[in-house]
């Protein structure tokens, strides 16, 4: 498929291998979002309304923050910083892959398939070295935006039917993914690693320290990631071939 | 826990948020950022962002500091030998889970 796109130099336009692409994600997508819906649950989220956020938002991190906000009783002002913060990297996404939509993307489909930009979109769309039609990138995004939304309401019900026992051990699921993602490049790229210090350090620094106490969650979820990616983006600035 | 609209209305501001940054470049800009700075600010921020919501959360995600410790180190481990997102939360739910029956 790759390779007969470069000798062609046509963007790739098949639906088909659109879904083709996108079923890996979407099931991992479908276990990920399990995860979510247990948590969703645990914070007292109704099922319905669970299933409403990870069909409006499809965002693994922007969604646990939201819930973090909405769990503790925060302010719109708290939600709408945390998804600025937490959801800045789609910018650069956008950024790129709008470079590689071809003249299939009309304004109005435009419109509509910003909406399904994820990490994993992102690098499997961007990788296309001719760029993609949108008949393509509907295909790659249908199975995942599924599996996230079956996923959470999978999660949400087992959530709320199976024991307490189960339900505490699942709850560590969506953390032990997070770990899962941040672990593996802290030990082969340079740079991660200290940016995953100094923000876990600082925001269990938030956490303990009473003067802290009254920082709301997502703020300070905001507070520590900035202050760390700063830090390092200085001490260790990326080269532009490794972005 | 807040009445339901409220909570409807700040899902859809979620959304809202997250749409627009999302729909900005693919709409209006299509120029690259060119800052070394900003692009090295973007690279980390995600990674941040996971450490800063995991820790020191993770602790407490299973009702239990102790089993919470275990399925973090368990976690921490897994990851280290680099399996899979669903591997690795699978044996730290585990963990937690034999744990609990055992304190």
Known sequence: ?243 | MMELWKMALMILTMAGVTYVIRMIPMVFFRRKIKSNFVQSLFFYIPYAVLSAMTFPFVLYSTGNFWTGLIGTVVALVASTCKRSLLTVAILSAVAVLIFGFII
């Open chain 1, 1 to 243: 498929m790759n390779n007969e796109s470069i000798t062609t130099k046509t963007p790739v336009t098949s639906f088909k291998t659109g879904l083709k692409d996108g079923l890996p994600i979407g099931l991992g997508y479908l276990s990920v979002s399990i995860a979510f819906g247990v948590q969703a649950t645990m914070a007292g989220i109704p099922i319905f309304m669970s299933v409403f956020i990870s069909m409006t938002n499809l965002t693994s991190a922007g969604q646990l923050a939201g819930l973090t906000v909405i769990a503790s009783l925060g302010t719109f002002l708290e939600i709408i910083l945390t998804q600025l913060v937490i959801n800045a990297r789609y910018f650069l996404m956008g950024i790129s892959l709008s470079q590689k939509a071809d003249k299939s993307f009309s304004l109005s489909h435009r419109l509509m398939c910003s909406a399904f930009i994820t990490d994993e979109i992102f690098a499997v769309a961007s990788a296309k070295p001719n760029g993609f039609s949108r008949r393509y990138f509907y295909g790659l995004v249908i199975l995942p935006y599924i599996g996230w939304a079956l996923g959470t309401l999978i999660g949400a019900i087992a959530g709320s039917v199976l024991p307490l026992q189960v339900t505490n051990a699942l709850g560590i699921g969506l953390y032990a993914m997070f770990i899962a993602i941040i672990i593996p490049p802290s030990i082969t790229t340079r740079g991660i690693f200290p940016t995953v210090l100094f923000a876990g350090g600082i925001s269990c620094a938030l956490y303990y320290i009473p003067i802290f106490a009254g920082i709301p969650a997502g703020i300070a979820v905001i507070i520590s990631s900035i202050i760390s990616a700063v830090i390092t983006a200085l001490i260790f600035p990326v080269k532009k071939e490794e972005l």
